[in-house]
T-cell receptor
Framework: DQQVKQNSPSLSVQEGRISILNCDYT??????FLWYKKYPAEGPTFLIS?????DKNEDGRFTVFLNKSAKHLSLHIVPSQPGDSAVYFC????????FGAGTILRVKS | EPEVTQTPSHQVTQMGQEVILRCVPI?????FYWYRQILGQKVEFLVS????????KSEIFDDQFSVERPDGSNFTLKIRSTKLEDSAMYFC????????????FGPGTRLTVT
């Protein structure tokens, strides 16, 4: 089951620069897409979402872009901070959350 | 800030034994979920629960699994006869229901089956 794919297992970014995390999906029935952040020994924490009828949603330093024709979404973090270092999961929601495999983000100070 | 809590944080059990994983969802939430994450793999949906009934379950959630809301606060996942492949992190989540895609997760229970 590869409905949601995060092809980059890890990303390393300098503090203050932009982090771009990418996600592809195959299921056109998703109504929403979400990004969750996860620290070790904790559960996933909801970060930001976007409706399938929108192409952008912004919340502070976090912006999610949705390209429906390409079935692609991305999370931009600007500026990146060391505290942003975590695993980021992309998820699609139809009637349940379907997660990608996650991308480890390391923000270097 | 209200949060989802789970107990125990780590459970070790022998193959074939029954385990019960416990969760206390956020108090005004109406929808409850269990997910699992096998080491190195994706977080996978197991089951959703609303109004004292299972509303959706995955193919992973077979007859060995059951869920219950025994009182007004707890939400439990029971595995009747554990197998080695049940070893995983189990996450409980809850949501108010209005925006049921924004789910709030507990810290997880690490289940180790030996």
């Amino acid at each position: 089951d590869q409905q949601v794919k995060q092809n980059s297992p890890s990303l390393s970014v300098q503090e203050g620069r932009i982090s771009i995390l990418n996600c592809d999906y195959t299921n056109s029935m998703f109504d929403y897409f979400l990004w969750y952040k996860k620290y070790p020994a904790e559960g996933p924490t909801f970060l930001i979402s976007i409706s399938s009828i929108k192409d952008k949603n912004e919340d502070g330093r976090f912006t999610v872009f949705l390209n429906k024709s390409a079935k692609h979404l991305s999370l931009h973090i600007v500026p990146s901070q060391p505290g942003d270092s975590a695993v980021y999961f992309c998820a699609g929601y139809g009637n349940k959350l379907v997660f990608g495999a996650g991308t480890i983000l390391r923000v270097k100070s | 800030e209200p949060e989802v809590t789970q107990t125990p944080s780590h459970q070790v059990t022998q193959m074939g034994q029954e385990v019960i994983l416990r969760c206390v969802p956020i108090s005004n939430h109406l929808y409850f979920y269990w997910y699992r994450q096998i080491l190195g793999q994706k977080v996978e949906f197991l089951v959703s629960f609303y109004n004292n009934e299972i509303s959706e379950k995955s193919e992973i959630f077979d007859d060995q699994f059951s869920v219950e809301r025994p009182d007004g606060s707890n939400f439990t996942l029971k595995i009747r006869s554990t197998k080695l492949e049940d070893s995983a992190m189990y996450f409980c989540a809850s949501t108010q229901g209005v925006f049921s895609y924004e789910q709030y997760f507990g810290p997880g229970t690490r289940l180790t089956v030996t």
